[in-house]
Nanobody, 126 residues
Framework: QVQLVESGGGLVQAGGSLRLSCAAS????????MGWFRQAPGKEREFVAA???????YYGSSVKGRFTISRDSAKNTVYLQMNSLKPEDTAVYYC????????????????????WGQGTQVTVSS
């Protein structure tokens, strides 16, 4: 069983930055595939970014070039650095994980991840 706890959300002005953190339980964090998704009111949960156990990164088209995902295995933590934030980035951001390797073509699919955090709210004001 893997537990995920997100932090770092908040209110920021457009153009600003935030860094989200997701602390994971488990002794084999370094082998997990980790991802970030977000869900705005009335919308489907959307893929944001993912990082494989080997450190390969993948991004949704709407955040590419602005967001950076990274991981620190010593701290069992994955981060999402969000720069140049826009009002349309406003959403609840969820951390996701799976203890198995997820093929690249599935990284953007919610059902590929077996574990989810409770979410953290990010609000970007215009």
């Amino acid at each position: 069983q893997v537990q995920l706890v997100e932090s770092g959300g908040g209110l920021v002005q457009a153009g600003g930055s935030l860094r989200l953190s997701c602390a994971a339980s488990g002794r084999t964090f370094s082998t997990y595939t980790m991802g970030w998704f977000r869900q705005a009111p009335g919308k489907e949960r959307e893929f944001v970014a993912a990082i494989s156990a080997s450190g390969n990164t993948y991004y949704g088209s709407s955040v590419k070039g602005r967001f950076t995902i990274s991981r620190d295995s010593a701290k069992n933590t994955v981060y999402l650095q969000m720069n140049s934030l826009k009002p349309e980035d406003t959403a609840v951001y969820y951390c996701a994980a799976d203890t198995n390797r997820i093929p690249d073509y599935r990284l953007g699919l919610r059902w590929a991840y077996g574990y989810w955090g409770q979410g953290t709210q990010v609000t970007v004001s215009s």
